[in-house]
């Protein structure tokens, strides 16, 4: 279960923490120097900051028109509080923030690319994908056992960091049953990676992140989306997802049966935990290394018979001209 107390301290101490001013380039800030403005949007501003040493650091606070929300800082004082619950190497580094006295966290900038940013340049190569694949698993699945559900797994919010490191970003719509609420109504996420139990109006559970986390390894893998894109305020009908392999024929048969596995429709055929998904993506890749490649006739057969169609053709004719030539 989840330390209530530690989060009742933080928002009891919410009244004390005013917003931030709006802060501008090269202005110190409670020990920050700030740089620049890098996002702002109705939700939230970031910026970039420095520390003493000159470490670049993101400050994430709420712009001025949120002042009167009575939700939207125990919100960011959530966000900060899932953070530092599941602090690893999946997550952001938090800053500690000694000297805080207005409402914003500090977490550490790293150099390096968002999943979204490399899907620019084409779909993974199978190799890069195995490699990535149980990482991202792997972080689904600690904090699922941190009791919390991130509601927003998707390549823009995984950073994949110069160091090598595959973190988990924006912890805005993250959730602990028991704990947080939604407004009346609310469908939190994106679109094309909610399932289908989500638009039926389900309680959020781990099953939704899982089902997030098949569509972004199908469309890392394939630059596609298993049912297509959905777009805002849709009703999308589900049916039986594109085969990876259609676009990606190079996909070995179990991966295929593991991604549409994944992305099933119906939450009682996909992967129950995300642990049991690493352990079945584990053992296909181990079972395909150690096994004989299918033969031919069953991974194609479609083509072994055309070609053999062709062939019995050509033999055809070339008796007929041989025929032909005698008579």
Not at 153 to 179: C, M, Q, T, V
């Amino acid at each position: 279960s989840l330390p209530e107390a530690a989060l009742a301290d933080a928002l009891a101490r919410l009244v004390q923490w005013p917003l931030p001013p709006l802060l501008k380039p090269g202005q110190p800030f409670e020990g920050w120097r700030v740089e620049r403005l890098l996002a702002e949007s109705r939700q939230s501003l970031l910026y970039r900051v420095r520390d003493a040493a000159g470490q670049p650091w993101l400050l994430k606070t709420l712009p001025p028109s949120r002042h009167d929300e009575a939700e939207a800082g125990p919100a960011l004082l959530q966000e900060e509080w899932f953070l530092r619950r599941v602090a690893g190497r999946s997550v952001p580094e938090l800053h500690s923030l000694p000297q805080r006295q207005h409402l914003y966290y500090v977490q550490r900038e790293y150099a390096g690319a968002t999943l979204e940013q490399r899907l620019l340049e084409g779909p993974l190569p199978l190799a890069d994908w195995l490699a990535l694949a149980p990482r991202l698993i792997s972080a689904v699945g600690l904090l699922h056992r941190r009791n919390i559900l991130h509601r927003d797994i998707k390549p823009e919010n995984l950073h994949l960091g110069d160091d090598g490191e595959l973190r988990l970003l924006d912890f805005g719509l993250a959730y602990s049953p028991g704990l947080s609420t939604d407004p009346p109504n609310a469908l939190p996420g994106t679109p094309s990676y909610l399932p289908p139990e989500a638009f039926a109006g389900a309680a959020p559970t781990t099953a939704r992140d899982l089902y997030a986390t098949g569509v972004t390894l199908y469309r890392l893998l394939t630059g596609h989306y298993p049912y297509g894109e959905v777009e805002p305020f849709q009703r999308p009908r589900f049916g039986q997802p594109v085969p990876a392999s259609r676009y990606r024929p190079d996909l070995p048969g179990w991966l295929d049966e593991w991604l549409a596995r994944s992305v099933a429709s119906d939450p009682g055929a996909r992967f129950e935990t995300a642990e049991q998904g690493l352990l079945e993506l584990e053992q296909g890749e181990r079972k395909a290394l150690s096994s004989r490649p299918r033969p031919l006739l069953e991974r194609e057969p479609l083509k072994v018979w055309r070609t053999l169609a062709l062939l019995s053709l050509l033999g055809n004719l070339a008796l007929l001209i041989l025929l032909a030539g005698r008579a």
